[in-house]
């Protein structure tokens, strides 16, 4: 029964989202359980071309990336996959209508860390919108369950969201990207010369994202809200634990939270979601 392999491929996805992210894992469980296999879906899919581009190396990335674009485009046009992680994917690009210029942008945006980029304000920001804003756009599809109104309502909140996710992430993994994958996403920053004033101006950034997106936060259904909540929470933590760290010390160690903080971290945002009625 095909029944098997479709329940069999949204759980491969469930796994890899477990695998390679307790604190997405977390916000995910904390959505309501009918959304919650497509979520697992999109990141599975967003993981596997992460893969590709970040862990594949002796490989030939360029190859398996116009593979995975043709085989992404067939899925979704037959309806089925052979791959389990493509096929929950697909399923849930066909039952939630999500449009294939989100799909698109990602993966050009995957595309470009096939190559050394000089980023410049605009490649910056058009990366930033294909690796992290589009990607809460699909998700934002599933959660509005294909109301178009609802949709373009919050649109501009889950982009910022995104957008705050990414820059958080780029600050996170200041030294890994650039001495192991030789990247540097942040316009006209030399990471020789990275110091606090450049910092504060990426921070500056971050905390209008961030409030900015808890506005649409507050008014997501109530299916999904709490999930983003803790995502945003999770994020919100992380990022003042990285404000905190001295320029030099980005450059030289990646900050973490532990899982036992992520723990704690999602009890005390229950607290203050139930109190504050978001």
Request: glycine share 4%; hydrophobic share 40%.
């Amino acid at each position: 029964m095909k029944q098997l392999f479709d329940e069999l491929s949204f759980q491969i996805s469930k796994a890899t989202t477990k695998k390679y992210s307790t604190s997405f894992s977390l916000g995910i469980l904390a959505l309501d359980a009918k959304i919650r296999p497509a979520i697992y879906a999109i990141y599975g899919y967003v993981r596997l071309a992460d893969e590709i581009v970040d862990s594949f190396h002796g490989y030939n990335k360029e190859e398996l990336m116009r593979r995975l674009r043709l085989q992404t485009t067939q899925a979704i046009e037959e309806g089925i996959a052979i791959n389990p992680i493509l096929h929950s994917f697909q399923d849930t690009v066909n039952t939630y209508k999500i449009d294939w210029n989100l799909i698109d942008t990602f993966l050009k945006s995957m595309e470009m860390d096939l190559q050394k980029v000089n980023y410049n304000d605009h490649l910056y920001q058009e990366y930033i919108l294909g690796s992290a804003e589009v990607v809460g756009l699909m998700c934002l599809q599933v959660f509005v369950n294909g109301d178009k109104q609802e949709y373009e309502r919050l649109k501009y909140s889950a982009r910022q969201l995104g957008s705050a996710f990414q820059k958080v992430n780029f600050l996170r993994d200041l030294k890994d990207d650039y001495e192991v994958l030789g990247r540097t996403y942040f316009p006209n920053v030399d990471m020789k010369t990275f110091n606090t004033v450049v910092k504060k101006e990426i921070e500056t950034e971050i905390d209008r994202e961030f409030k900015e997106a808890l506005v649409g936060i507050k008014t997501l259904p109530i299916t999904a809200r709490f999930g983003v909540y803790l995502a945003y929470t999770y994020y919100i933590s992380l990022f003042k634990k990285i404000k905190k760290t001295a320029a030099h010390e980005i450059i030289n160690e990646r900050i973490r939270i532990n899982n036992g903080q992520k723990l704690s971290l999602m009890m005390s945002s229950y607290l203050q979601f139930k109190i504050a009625k978001l």
